[in-house]
């Protein structure tokens, strides 16, 4: 069959969205027929941006985003790739100076529908029944929805749809002519229409006022251009737009629509978005591999294999052309053993597993990231409407080279540099806006105040994002200032309005800051729980840090913080008190916190009396040490900061240690004081390793613990000890198995001696190091370490140490 094959009336092109060969089967149907005007399903506000698509600047993949004017959070999406069908009849359009234009229900009707419905819009084409980019539809399915194309594939014994379309669409042929472009058009739409028989609505009972709509467009578009117009839309619709309906009995079914205005833009997709296993699906699964199809004019197997091998070899794994050409003979002999014409994507995946990846899906899920999804992330034009704040943003982002990726990656700030400190800036900003395009992460630049750590990742769902927090200013300073302020009037709890206030130094918002700082004074002044103070203050210490970094002016939060000290020393030890296990170990935490920011304050405050404040909260830790009253896990924490600031002599902790695993000490209380002292990250393995004396006292406790409740304890032991790092529970064991070193304050009634360990320090042992440090650290010019590892004079030892430490500290 030769001839074109066309009805009377428009010609209706039924397609899949986002694939491949629908968009060439459309390309090919409309250079045949050369329609007047082509007519597309899509939210009809969209027609004004339909000439930016012929920008240079716009490259897909990109969407049409709609969101209510009064509430921005209610948006939809109409995403198109390269490759999807109604983005090549736009082009093909505009190419040809064809009149274009959208035929969809109004996104404002969409809007107002998913609102009134109380329903999450989804609109990037996952809800649809042929995969359109309509917002999530209105009442309940009567049936779960159905993918027609997928039925029809399934029918014919296929796993992948589009597999099934070019198949037995795009590559059908007779008597080895190319059959007429529009036929295959034709013969889906009767399958179409055979499946709305057994289907109805599908499972989306909205399309019947969606259908009603656009057939009320095409009447128009007829009574404008003739019958010479090309109808682009999901082959699901054709059998609806067939149907003879009068235009009253449409008109009928939009009568009382809801209703919001809407505003219309471009913004950029992702091929990831585009992915269905991403959690945005719109229909397809590999987005990349699509995109390839389209794009590669001929040999589309042996240039996806070449793809693939230079993806592995830029991961440093051997692949060579003999391998390329294996994979593509293998995957041709799949796809002939599986009767299938051409091997599509699950044949070439197999062939890439078996030849390239030997077998791995290790490296075949990089393949599947990278190259079958893919990173392509679109672009639009500088003249496609954005909302002010967006404008504001994207000139900041091209000032400041930050250029929005979808590819997750992290960048290292040097605060010192003025771009840096800009970057940080903008992105503490935004963070205060709920943009989250950066997170801080502990990275190796972020040991200190003067550097930070950024993961990146733009997604296209931030486009939605900045339109919401465009409600609170037309600049990205100004939008942070006035959400920082409303939200210190808002705050309700301390810990909320000190994590502002840190928020506001690190974002610099010195018009936002005096209002924070009067709703922290007022919030602390009124918060009487320690608790609250205890979570409020580390917070606040930290901003004074980073405010000495950034050179800001924190003498106000410096007093409020002081005073917040103050009443912790207060307050802590009855706080301490009658607690159960849960609340102990909360507050445990709390006591952790405090300490690090007594810390900070005493070194970066002025008006604090650093040394003052330091004894005060000494004595605190000493009471709740001492006092048995404390819960068991607390007393045990205190001791040990103690010990670590070298305010409790190592004699009075073993008492203490000693005192809390006596036999009367019921066996979870004593529990808990371990846990506290040598529990968490706090080195408490390192030390017990070193020092055998508090090491045999734990091990002569845990030993004496009856049988009846060691089950009791051990949950308690199991989580102290396995947070420690695997050497360090290794030398515990070794130390364990061994026993403790005999002589010395370490010895202990078995006498033996563990191998490497000594009772005191070896004084000729440690100097042999000092040469080769000196050697390393470039002190000594023309003389190096004595080859015995001794000095060449007969100084006394402690004197040769102390000529070393001068010029070791001055180097620094």
Known sequence: MTRAVRSAGPLLLGVRHHGPGSARAVRAALEAAHPRAVL????????????????????????????????????AFWPLA??????????????????????????????????????????????????????????????????????????????????????????RTQGGEAV????????????????????????????????????????GAVKEFGDDIAVVCGAWHVPALITRTTLAADRALLKGLPKVKAELT???????????HSGYGAGIDSPGWYGHLFETADRPIERWMTKVAGLLRDEDRFVSSAHVIEAVRLAETLAAMRGRPLAGLSETTDAIRAVMCEG????????????????????????????????????????????????????????????????????HRLRILAVGWGEPVAGRASTGTFRESWRLSWEPELYVRVAEAGTWGTTVLAAATAKAETQAASATALAEVTALAEHCLLAELPDALPVVMRALADRAALDADVGHLADALPALARTLRYG????????????????????????????????????????????????????????????????????????????????????????????????????????????LMGLALSPGTPPADAAAWIEGFVGGAAGGGML?????????????????????????????????????????RRTLGELVRRGPSSGGPAATATGTT?????????????????PVLRLLLGLDTGTGPDPGGVYPDNRDPDERAENVKEPLGATG
């Open 548 to 655: 000495d970094v950034r050179s800001t002016d924190t003498a106000a939060l410096g007093e409020v913080a002081a005073g917040l000290a103050e009443r912790i020393c207060v307050g802590l030890p009855p706080a301490c008190t009658g607690l159960d296990a849960d609340g102990a170990v909360e507050l445990r935490r709390r006591v952790d916190g405090v300490h690090t920011a007594i810390g900070l304050l005493t070194g970066f405050v002025q008006a604090v009396d650093g040394a003052g404040l330091r004894e005060r909260w000494t004595a605190v830790l000493h009471k709740l040490a001492d006092r048995d009253t404390v819960a068991g896990v607390i007393r045990g924490r205190a001791a040990r900061l103690l010990l670590d600031e070298g305010r409790l002599a190592e004699d009075d902790a073993a008492r």
């Open 266 to 276: 471009w913004v950029p997709w992702s091929h990831r978005r585009l992915a269905r």
């Open 82 to 171: 390269a490759f999807s069908p109604e983005w090549v009849a736009i082009r093909w359009a505009l190419a040809h100076d064809v009149p274009v234009r959208f035929i969809d229900l109004p996104a404002a009707n969409s809007l107002a529908m998913a609102q009134a419905a109380e329903r999450e819009t989804d609109g990037d084409g996952g809800v649809d029944g042929d995969g359109s980019g309509e917002p999530s539809t209105v009442g309940s399915p009567a049936h779960a929805p159905i993918d027609p194309i997928g039925v029809l594939a399934e029918t014919a014994g296929y796993d992948d749809p589009e597999r099934w379309w070019e198949d037995v669409v795009e590559h």
């Open 360 to 427: 791995s899906d290790v490296p075949l899920a990089l393949v599947q990231d990278r190259l079958t999804v893919g990173e392509t992330l679109g672009e639009v034009p500088d003249t496609a409407p954005a909302v002010p704040l967006q404008r504001d943003l994207t000139r900041q982002q091209r000032t400041l080279r930050l250029k929005p990726e979808a590819v997750e990656r992290e960048v290292e700030l040097d605060l010192r540099k003025d771009t840096d400190a800009a970057r940080s800036r903008l992105l």
């Open 180 to 219: 007429d472009p529009r036929a295959p058009f034709a013969a889906l739409a009767e399958a179409m229409t055979a499946l709305r028989e057994v289907y109805g609505d599908g499972g989306h009972p909205r399309d019947t006022v969606r259908e009603a709509y656009m057939r009320i467009q095409l009447r």
């Open 688 to 728: 017990l390793v070193h020092d055998e004396r508090l090491l045999g006292l734990v091990d002569a406790w845990l030993t004496g613990v009856p049988a009846d409740t060691f089950a009791d304890v051990l949950p308690l032991l199991r989580r102290t000890f396995s947070a420690y790092e695997a050497g360090v």
């Open 40 to 75: 597309i399903e899509g939210p009809p506000e969209g027609d004004a941006l339909l000439p930016l698509a012929a920008d240079e600047q716009m490259r897909p993949p990109v969407a049409l985003l709609a969101h209510a004017v009064d509430d921005p959070g209610q948006a």
């Open 754 to 770: 563990a191998p490497g360990f000594g009772p005191r320090l070896d004084g000729a042992r440690a100097d042999a190091v000092v």
